[in-house]
């Protein structure tokens, strides 16, 4: 059975408030990462107490109003499916405040967590801000919507990023990693990969090893899935017909993202 491959497991929490996904430092091997998936009906809300963690509420698909009891930010989401391909709104919340989401529109919510030294301003971060980059050459191309990057200094240790692979091509490739806190060539960051697929019933390959091969697994991904990164390099294949979106989390004792390229593959870079 995997240790690092999440199956979605529905159940009601509260009235109209569905947790779909639920990763924490008890029930993984993380210890800078937590993520959860929250589906919510029209006119239900879900609220949440931080401790000291910071989060990122990505509102995925339809439309939510959020507010931390100061500021509140109505009407967030610009799209019925991630497929559309379009930035979204999200919005940063910090240590030892209480945030509540209540669903316009019928809502999938993607909960990003990190641990947070110190309490920062409440923030709308909107899909008009996001920026867009397309990266990789070949079949080695894909799409990323820069949520919450390390060039933007308004979190304490979190990263969030959303990624498009096309049909028959690869992403998170060459395979690289980032689990060593060797900077300035390589940084620690745990990761989570929230996975969907376009058509619905498609899969990816995820294989997630290290040098020494403790750790090598790799894993048929479906849509909802959730794999878990601790560590080693951990790339994503895409097979024809099908483009595959992911939801990256990392976090980890320094904010930004550096990281290693596997010798052995390198060279599809240098081409």
């Given at each position: 059975?995997s240790k690092?491959?999440?199956?979605?497991?529905?159940?009601?929490?509260?009235?109209g408030?569905?947790l779909?996904?639920e990763?924490?430092?008890?029930n993984?091997?993380l210890?800078?990462?937590?993520f959860?998936l929250?589906?919510?009906a029209p006119?239900?809300?879900?609220?949440?107490?931080?401790g000291?963690q910071e989060?990122?509420?990505?509102a995925?698909?339809g439309?939510?109003?959020?507010t931390?009891?100061e500021?509140?930010?109505?009407?967030l989401g610009t799209?019925?499916?991630?497929?559309?391909?379009?930035?979204?709104?999200s919005?940063?919340v910090s240590?030892d405040r209480?945030f509540?989401?209540e669903?316009v529109t019928q809502?999938?919510?993607?909960?990003?967590?990190s641990?947070?030294k110190k309490?920062l301003p409440t923030?709308?971060?909107k899909?008009?801000?996001?920026?867009?980059e397309?990266?990789?050459?070949?079949?080695?191309k894909?799409?990323v919507h820069n949520i919450?990057?390390?060039?933007?200094p308004?979190a304490?240790s979190?990263?969030?990023?959303e990624?498009?692979t096309e049909?028959?091509?690869w992403?998170?490739y060459?395979p690289?990693?980032h689990?060593?806190?060797?900077?300035p060539?390589?940084s620690?960051?745990?990761?989570t990969?929230?996975?969907?697929?376009n058509?619905?019933?498609?899969?990816?390959?995820?294989?997630?090893?290290?040098?020494?091969?403790?750790?090598?697994?790799?894993?048929t991904v479906?849509?909802?899935?959730v794999?878990i990164?601790p560590?080693?390099?951990?790339?994503?294949g895409?097979?024809?017909?099908?483009?595959s979106?992911?939801?990256?989390v990392m976090?980890?004792p320094?904010?930004?993202?550096?990281?290693?390229?596997d010798?052995?593959h390198e060279?599809i870079v240098k081409?």
């Amino acid at each position: 059975m995997s240790k690092l491959l999440r199956k979605p497991e529905k159940r009601e929490i509260t009235q109209g408030v569905t947790l779909v996904q639920e990763v924490t430092a008890e029930n993984s091997q993380l210890e800078y990462v937590e993520f959860k998936l929250v589906e919510i009906a029209p006119g239900a809300k879900f609220s949440e107490l931080l401790g000291k963690q910071e989060c990122c509420i990505v509102a995925l698909t339809g439309k939510i109003n959020v507010t931390d009891h100061e500021e509140t930010f109505k009407n967030l989401g610009t799209r019925e499916s991630v497929f559309e391909k379009v930035p979204t709104d999200s919005v940063y919340v910090s240590n030892d405040r209480r945030f509540e989401i209540e669903a316009v529109t019928q809502a999938r919510v993607a909960l990003c967590y990190s641990p947070s030294k110190k309490q920062l301003p409440t923030r709308l971060i909107k899909a008009a801000d996001i920026g867009i980059e397309n990266r990789g050459i070949l079949n080695n191309k894909r799409t990323v919507h820069n949520i919450l990057p390390d060039s933007d200094p308004s979190a304490n240790s979190l990263l969030v990023v959303e990624v498009y692979t096309e049909s028959g091509n690869w992403s998170s490739y060459p395979p690289h990693k980032h689990d060593r806190d060797n900077l300035p060539d390589e940084s620690f960051l745990e990761e989570t990969y929230y996975h969907e697929m376009n058509p619905q019933q498609g899969f990816v390959f995820q294989r997630v090893y290290t040098d020494d091969r403790s750790l090598d697994e790799t894993m048929t991904v479906e849509s909802g899935d959730v794999v878990i990164v601790p560590s080693g390099y951990h790339p994503v294949g895409v097979p024809d017909g099908y483009t595959s979106y992911y939801l990256n989390v990392m976090a980890g004792p320094t904010r930004i993202w550096k990281f290693y390229n596997d010798p052995d593959h390198e060279w599809i870079v240098k081409r």
